[in-house]
Protein backbone atom coordinates (compact mmCIF):
# COMPACT_ATOMS: atom_id res chain seq x y z
CA UNK A 1 0.00 0.00 0.00
CA UNK A 2 1.06 3.37 -1.28
CA UNK A 3 2.28 5.13 2.15
CA UNK A 4 2.13 9.11 3.07
CA UNK A 5 4.94 10.87 4.80
CA UNK A 6 3.41 13.84 6.29
CA UNK A 7 5.92 16.70 6.40
CA UNK A 8 6.13 19.00 9.14
CA UNK A 9 8.24 21.76 8.13
CA UNK A 10 6.03 24.56 8.15
CA UNK A 11 4.43 23.73 10.87
CA UNK A 12 7.80 25.17 11.92
CA UNK A 13 7.61 27.65 9.82
CA UNK A 14 5.25 29.59 11.15
CA UNK A 15 6.95 29.08 14.66
CA UNK A 16 9.45 30.85 12.98
CA UNK A 17 8.01 33.62 12.14
CA UNK A 18 7.28 34.82 15.36
CA UNK A 19 9.58 32.50 17.45
CA UNK A 20 6.61 31.68 19.44
CA UNK A 21 6.40 28.55 21.05
CA UNK A 22 3.36 27.28 18.78
CA UNK A 23 2.53 25.54 16.56
CA UNK A 24 4.50 22.68 18.17
CA UNK A 25 6.21 20.43 15.43
CA UNK A 26 5.99 17.71 18.04
CA UNK A 27 2.24 17.72 18.69
CA UNK A 28 2.09 17.99 14.54
CA UNK A 29 4.02 14.90 14.44
CA UNK A 30 2.19 13.10 16.49
CA UNK A 31 -1.00 14.16 15.65
CA UNK A 32 -0.06 13.67 11.80
CA UNK A 33 0.35 9.77 13.12
CA UNK A 34 -2.66 9.75 14.77
CA UNK A 35 -4.20 10.56 12.21
CA UNK A 36 -2.42 7.88 9.70
CA UNK A 37 0.76 9.22 8.44
CA UNK A 38 3.23 6.07 7.78
CA UNK A 39 6.12 8.29 8.92
CA UNK A 40 7.14 12.08 9.51
CA UNK A 41 9.48 14.07 7.33
CA UNK A 42 11.56 16.36 8.40
CA UNK A 43 14.04 19.27 7.06
CA UNK A 44 16.70 20.54 8.45
CA UNK A 45 18.36 22.53 6.69
CA UNK A 46 21.38 24.66 7.14
CA UNK A 47 20.15 27.79 7.57
CA UNK A 48 17.71 26.85 10.60
CA UNK A 49 14.32 28.58 8.57
CA UNK A 50 12.21 26.21 9.83
CA UNK A 51 12.62 23.03 11.58
CA UNK A 52 15.93 23.37 14.42
CA UNK A 53 17.89 20.64 15.83
CA UNK A 54 16.02 20.63 18.91
CA UNK A 55 12.73 19.60 17.16
CA UNK A 56 14.82 16.74 15.45
CA UNK A 57 15.96 15.44 18.99
CA UNK A 58 12.84 15.74 20.94
CA UNK A 59 10.25 14.26 18.05
CA UNK A 60 12.40 11.48 17.51
CA UNK A 61 11.44 9.40 20.79
CA UNK A 62 7.89 10.38 20.37
CA UNK A 63 7.44 8.89 16.66
CA UNK A 64 5.74 5.44 16.41
CA UNK A 65 5.55 5.02 12.97
CA UNK A 66 9.38 6.63 11.76
CA UNK A 67 11.02 9.51 10.87
CA UNK A 68 12.28 10.60 7.55
CA UNK A 69 15.33 13.59 8.02
CA UNK A 70 16.05 15.24 5.46
CA UNK A 71 19.63 17.31 4.65
CA UNK A 72 22.34 18.24 3.00
CA UNK A 73 25.37 16.64 2.61
CA UNK A 74 27.69 18.42 5.33
CA UNK A 75 29.71 17.09 8.01
CA UNK A 76 27.44 19.00 10.82
CA UNK A 77 24.22 17.60 9.14
CA UNK A 78 25.82 14.14 9.23
CA UNK A 79 26.98 14.17 12.47
CA UNK A 80 23.57 14.93 13.57
CA UNK A 81 22.27 12.59 11.45
CA UNK A 82 24.15 9.69 13.41
CA UNK A 83 23.53 11.34 17.02
CA UNK A 84 19.80 11.20 15.88
CA UNK A 85 19.60 7.99 14.13
CA UNK A 86 16.37 8.07 12.75
CA UNK A 87 15.19 4.91 9.96
CA UNK A 88 15.92 7.25 6.93
CA UNK A 89 17.57 10.20 6.10
CA UNK A 90 16.71 11.46 2.39
CA UNK A 91 19.72 13.44 1.16
CA UNK A 92 19.01 16.60 -0.68
CA UNK A 93 20.58 19.37 -2.36
CA UNK A 94 20.16 22.56 -0.73
CA UNK A 95 20.73 26.37 -1.70
CA UNK A 96 21.45 29.03 0.89
CA UNK A 97 18.75 31.74 -0.87
CA UNK A 98 16.33 29.48 -2.76
CA UNK A 99 12.52 29.31 -1.76
CA UNK A 100 12.67 25.48 -1.85
CA UNK A 101 14.73 23.13 -2.65
CA UNK A 102 14.70 23.24 -6.47
CA UNK A 103 16.03 20.37 -8.17
CA UNK A 104 17.36 17.27 -7.07
CA UNK A 105 20.92 15.78 -6.20
CA UNK A 106 23.81 15.67 -8.65
CA UNK A 107 24.61 12.08 -7.74
CA UNK A 108 26.75 11.83 -11.09
CA UNK A 109 28.38 15.24 -10.41
CA UNK A 110 29.18 14.49 -6.85
CA UNK A 111 29.55 10.95 -6.64
CA UNK A 112 32.61 10.77 -4.15
CA UNK A 113 31.01 12.79 -1.70
CA UNK A 114 27.56 11.03 -1.88
CA UNK A 115 28.74 7.37 -1.83
CA UNK A 116 31.05 9.04 1.39
CA UNK A 117 28.02 9.81 2.72
CA UNK A 118 25.81 7.03 2.21
CA UNK A 119 27.86 4.82 3.46
CA UNK A 120 28.79 6.84 6.91
CA UNK A 121 24.65 7.12 7.21
CA UNK A 122 24.50 3.43 6.74
CA UNK A 123 27.03 2.25 8.97
CA UNK A 124 25.00 3.94 11.47
CA UNK A 125 22.32 1.93 10.62
CA UNK A 126 20.46 4.68 8.73
CA UNK A 127 18.69 3.39 5.41
CA UNK A 128 19.19 6.12 3.08
CA UNK A 129 17.52 7.55 0.38
CA UNK A 130 18.66 10.43 -2.54
CA UNK A 131 16.42 13.38 -3.61
CA UNK A 132 16.96 13.40 -7.36
CA UNK A 133 15.35 14.11 -10.63
CA UNK A 134 13.44 11.95 -12.79
CA UNK A 135 16.63 11.17 -15.13
CA UNK A 136 18.22 7.49 -15.71
CA UNK A 137 21.96 8.56 -15.18
CA UNK A 138 20.49 9.85 -11.42
CA UNK A 139 18.99 6.80 -10.92
CA UNK A 140 22.12 4.31 -12.30
CA UNK A 141 24.51 6.46 -9.72
CA UNK A 142 22.27 6.36 -6.88
CA UNK A 143 22.30 2.73 -7.08
CA UNK A 144 26.14 2.67 -7.99
CA UNK A 145 26.28 4.84 -4.36
CA UNK A 146 24.73 1.95 -2.61
CA UNK A 147 21.57 3.81 -1.54
CA UNK A 148 18.29 1.89 -1.19
CA UNK A 149 16.22 4.52 -2.01
CA UNK A 150 15.66 7.39 -3.86
CA UNK A 151 13.21 9.96 -4.72
CA UNK A 152 11.98 11.53 -7.60
CA UNK A 153 11.80 15.39 -6.70
CA UNK A 154 7.99 16.23 -8.45
CA UNK A 155 9.07 19.69 -8.50
CA UNK A 156 8.57 20.61 -11.96
CA UNK A 157 5.40 17.95 -12.56
CA UNK A 158 3.88 20.00 -9.54
CA UNK A 159 4.65 23.66 -11.34
CA UNK A 160 3.05 22.55 -14.68
CA UNK A 161 -0.73 23.66 -15.16
CA UNK A 162 -3.43 21.11 -14.97
CA UNK A 163 -3.50 19.16 -18.07
CA UNK A 164 -0.91 21.15 -19.90
CA UNK A 165 1.25 19.15 -22.61
CA UNK A 166 4.21 19.70 -19.40
CA UNK A 167 2.52 18.26 -16.85
CA UNK A 168 1.83 15.51 -19.16
CA UNK A 169 5.24 15.16 -20.07
CA UNK A 170 6.30 15.65 -16.87
CA UNK A 171 4.27 13.11 -15.67
CA UNK A 172 5.69 10.57 -17.91
CA UNK A 173 9.47 11.43 -16.83
CA UNK A 174 8.40 10.33 -13.14
CA UNK A 175 6.40 7.23 -14.53
CA UNK A 176 9.86 6.00 -16.74
CA UNK A 177 11.69 6.76 -13.48
CA UNK A 178 9.68 4.85 -11.28
CA UNK A 179 10.11 1.79 -13.84
CA UNK A 180 13.84 2.22 -13.97
CA UNK A 181 14.73 2.61 -10.21
CA UNK A 182 12.26 -0.36 -9.40
CA UNK A 183 13.94 -2.29 -12.44
CA UNK A 184 17.36 -1.84 -10.69
CA UNK A 185 15.59 -2.66 -7.05
CA UNK A 186 15.71 0.60 -5.11
CA UNK A 187 12.72 1.49 -3.54
CA UNK A 188 11.26 4.62 -5.10
CA UNK A 189 9.28 6.97 -3.54
CA UNK A 190 8.01 10.58 -4.41
CA UNK A 191 7.28 14.58 -3.43
CA UNK A 192 7.90 18.24 -3.62
CA UNK A 193 4.63 20.80 -4.31
CA UNK A 194 2.64 17.75 -4.25
CA UNK A 195 -1.27 18.80 -3.43
CA UNK A 196 -4.93 17.91 -3.31
CA UNK A 197 -5.70 18.75 -6.70
CA UNK A 198 -2.54 17.12 -8.37
CA UNK A 199 -1.61 13.44 -6.22
CA UNK A 200 -3.44 11.41 -7.74
CA UNK A 201 -1.62 11.47 -11.09
CA UNK A 202 1.31 10.59 -8.94
CA UNK A 203 0.04 7.95 -6.69
CA UNK A 204 -1.75 5.94 -9.53
CA UNK A 205 1.95 5.34 -11.14
CA UNK A 206 3.16 1.65 -10.15
CA UNK A 207 5.70 1.05 -8.36
CA UNK A 208 5.74 4.39 -6.06
CA UNK A 209 6.49 3.43 -2.88
CA UNK A 210 5.84 6.46 -0.58
CA UNK A 211 4.86 10.32 -1.44
CA UNK A 212 6.32 13.00 0.80
CA UNK A 213 3.87 15.97 1.05
CA UNK A 214 4.07 19.02 3.47
CA UNK A 215 3.44 22.37 2.50
CA UNK A 216 -0.16 21.53 0.75
CA UNK A 217 -1.48 19.56 3.96
CA UNK A 218 -0.55 22.21 6.48
CA UNK A 219 -2.19 24.96 4.20
CA UNK A 220 -5.15 23.05 4.04
CA UNK A 221 -4.89 22.26 7.77
CA UNK A 222 -6.06 26.03 7.94
CA UNK A 223 -8.89 25.78 7.07
CA UNK A 224 -9.80 21.97 7.71
CA UNK A 225 -7.72 21.24 10.50
CA UNK A 226 -4.44 18.95 10.82
CA UNK A 227 -5.75 15.73 11.28
CA UNK A 228 -8.63 16.29 8.22
CA UNK A 229 -6.69 17.53 6.09
CA UNK A 230 -4.02 13.82 6.51
CA UNK A 231 -6.88 11.82 6.28
CA UNK A 232 -8.61 13.08 3.23
CA UNK A 233 -4.75 13.58 1.35
CA UNK A 234 -4.56 9.54 2.21
CA UNK A 235 -7.52 8.95 0.69
CA UNK A 236 -6.97 10.57 -2.36
CA UNK A 237 -3.87 8.97 -2.79
CA UNK A 238 -5.11 5.30 -1.68
CA UNK A 239 -8.05 5.94 -4.41
CA UNK A 240 -5.74 6.67 -6.54
CA UNK A 241 -3.08 3.85 -6.02
CA UNK A 242 -6.25 1.52 -6.00
CA UNK A 243 -7.23 2.87 -9.69
CA UNK A 244 -4.03 3.27 -11.06
C1 LIG B 1 13.49 18.38 0.09
C2 LIG B 1 12.12 18.83 -0.17
O1 LIG B 1 11.64 18.74 -1.20
C3 LIG B 1 11.21 19.37 0.83
O2 LIG B 1 11.33 18.62 1.92
C4 LIG B 1 11.46 20.58 1.41
O3 LIG B 1 12.28 20.31 2.48
C5 LIG B 1 10.31 21.32 2.03
O4 LIG B 1 10.90 22.36 2.75
P1 LIG B 1 11.42 23.68 2.02
O5 LIG B 1 10.18 24.43 1.70
O6 LIG B 1 12.32 24.33 3.01
O7 LIG B 1 12.16 23.31 0.78
N1 LIG C 1 10.56 15.63 -0.03
C1 LIG C 1 9.41 16.39 -0.34
C2 LIG C 1 8.71 16.78 0.89
O1 LIG C 1 9.07 16.35 1.95
C3 LIG C 1 7.50 17.66 0.86
O2 LIG C 1 7.65 18.78 0.08
P1 LIG C 1 6.41 19.83 0.00
O3 LIG C 1 5.13 19.05 -0.05
O4 LIG C 1 6.47 20.66 1.25
O5 LIG C 1 6.71 20.57 -1.26
Redesign the pocket.
Known amino acids: MIELGV ?1 I ?2 VATLRQQRHTAYPDPIEAAVRAEQAGADLI ?1 L ?1 L ?1 EDR ?2 IQDADVFAIRPRLLTRMNL ?1 CAITPEMLDIACRVLPQDV ?1 L ?1 PEKRA ?4 EGGLDVRGHFSQVQAAVGQLADAGIRVSL ?1 IDPDAEQIAAARESGAPIIEI ?1 T ?1 AFAEAAEGSVEQNSELERIRAAIATGVSQGLRVNA ?2 GLHYGNVHHVAALPGVSEL ?1 I ?2 AIVARAVFDGWEKAIRDMKALMIRAAQSG
Not at 98 to 101: A, G, Q
Open positions: NDHTHRRHECVELTTFHGGHNGH
